[in-house]
């Protein structure tokens, strides 16, 4: 059971350049998550989904696109990458309501130089 | 109202001390406060988590003290050992209004021989 994937684990962007964070669970989850964890910040929420084709704005969107077109499938999209996006980005899942906790992916380090 | 307050950011014990981290919530509707533990490199790990309709909830070394009135919640780690070196985060939650986690700002334990 592989849990919450996320790839690459590392990545040096250019200001301006865009990438694609990817993030897949295996775990049937409804609800995703994109955070991003600064040092003495703790994790910002991002964007969520709370089911295929349903995403919505966390706390700190600007910068940033997601999509899910697919249960398993949460990708995380930044456009004109910016030093402030330098961070280390992690995707969560969780099946929501009764049935506790989110389980993490192992993160993205990013740094845009 | 959505913030959730972490303290200390930094913890030093030493080896078979008592751990305490403190957190403070100002949501009356979160309803689940749960605890991350997060080694270097790795994603956050849920720890233990308590509903607040309980004072204490204990898993083996781990211990969570829940003062509803006061609205705050604190870790407690007895016995504490080299391998509980780790940030730790605590969240909260309303579970059945928008599934999001809202976490403080994480606290570095270091626990010496």
């Known amino acids: 059971n592989a849990g919450v994937t996320q790839t690459p684990k590392f990545r040096i962007l250019k200001i301006g350049q865009s990438m694609t964070l990817q993030c897949t669970q295996d775990m049937n989850h409804n609800y995703m998550y994109w955070y991003r964890q600064d040092p003495g910040m703790g994790l910002k929420l991002i964007y969520y989904?709370?089911?295929?084709?349903?995403?919505d704005k966390g706390e700190v969107p600007n910068g940033y696109n997601v999509s899910r077109s697919t249960t398993e499938d949460f990708p995380l999209r930044l456009e004109l990458a910016a030093p402030s996006q330098t961070s280390v980005y992690f995707c969560?899942?969780?099946?929501?309501?009764?049935?506790?906790?989110?389980?993490f992916g192992s993160g993205t380090r990013l740094t845009v130089v | 109202q959505q913030q959730v307050k972490q303290s200390p950011q930094s913890l030093i014990v030493q080896k078979g001390g008592i751990s305490i981290i403190n957190c403070a919530y100002e949501n009356t509707a979160f309803d689940y406060f749960p605890w991350y533990q997060q080694f270097p490199g790795k994603g956050p790990a849920l720890l233990i988590a308590i509903r607040p309709d309980v004072s204490e909830k204990k898993e083996g070394r781990f211990t969570i003290s829940f003062n509803k009135s006061a609205k705050q919640f604190s870790l407690h780690i007895m016995d504490s050992q080299p391998g509980d070196s780790a940030t730790y985060f605590c969240a909260s939650q309303a579970r059945y209004y928008t599934d999001k986690l809202i976490f403080g700002t994480g606290t570095r334990l270091q626990v010496f021989p």
């Open positions: 989904s709370v089911g295929a084709g349903i995403t």
């Open positions: 969560a899942s969780s099946a929501g309501g009764d049935n506790y906790g989110y389980t």
